[in-house]
């Protein structure tokens, strides 16, 4: 990997934060280590962080309030550890603005491997092997070079995942993606019970970008099938 990444790990359990670090480091990535969202928040704004690994269940602010703090103002990648195995908690740190899910105790080799996703899906977002463009369907408008949406000329604040699916769904527009097609296209592994998943991210980005999310302008379920953006 590259040394210049910076991974800021955040979790209240000190031997959780200092192994993370050990098989950070050993990948050639920085690591700055926060005990609870408070200082997380503080840190992100004193050193450039690439991608943020962040514990659910922390004292005076946990993952899922910092998560939706951070959103407010950056795309960085989020990594939610936690200890629950339940869906719903998984939804939930995905409804607020998550990137992906692990829950502990986690396989080191697959944290690694997330990582390296993410890191890699961010610093190289909007590259599809296409040559860098401005598409405009009906006033939805995607700017490969900017890496930016804008619904009539506003910009829209997507996370880099919600980012990809857009672009996936408008340098193909009309075509219909199955939720493993997305899946697999986007997160760059194999699709499995990702249904979940990609169903938050969608409901997300119709949130952000459609007038009506109940009763969509641009981004359609074609039932049974998958989804597609209106040309």
């Known amino acids: 990997m590259n040394v210049n990444y910076s991974v800021l790990v955040v979790d209240d359990d000190k031997e959780i934060r ?49 998560t939706f703090r951070i959103r407010e103002t950056k795309n960085i990648p989020i990594i939610i550890l936690s200890a629950k195995s339940e869906n719903t908690d998984k939804i939930l740190g995905l409804q607020v603005g998550a990137d992906d899910y692990i829950t502990k105790p986690f396989n080191p080799m697959e944290l690694l491997a997330r990582v390296k996703s993410q890191l890699r899906r961010y ?87 459609e007038i009506d999310p109940k009763n969509p302008r641009y981004l359609k379920v074609v039932w049974g099938i998958g989804y597609k953006m209106e040309k």
């Open 18 to 66: 200092d192994a993370i670090e050990i098989y950070l480091k050993n990948e050639g990535i920085k690591v700055i280590k926060a005990k609870d969202g408070i200082e997380a928040i503080e840190l992100l704004h004193e050193h450039e962080i690439h991608l943020i690994l962040l514990d659910v269940m922390m004292p005076r602010l946990d993952g899922i309030a910092t």
């Open 123 to 209: 610093v190289t977002l909007g590259t599809y092997g296409g040559k860098e463009k401005v598409i405009d369907l009906n006033g939805l408008t995607l700017d490969q070079a900017a890496k930016e949406v804008k619904v009539n000329g506003e910009i829209v604040k997507l996370t880099p995942i919600e980012y990809k699916i857009v672009e996936l769904l408008m340098l193909h527009a009309g075509r219909v993606f199955s939720i493993n097609d997305i899946y697999e296209r986007v997160w760059k592994e194999q699709s499995y019970n990702a249904e979940n998943t990609v169903a938050v991210h969608i409901r997300k980005i119709r949130e952000k970008i």
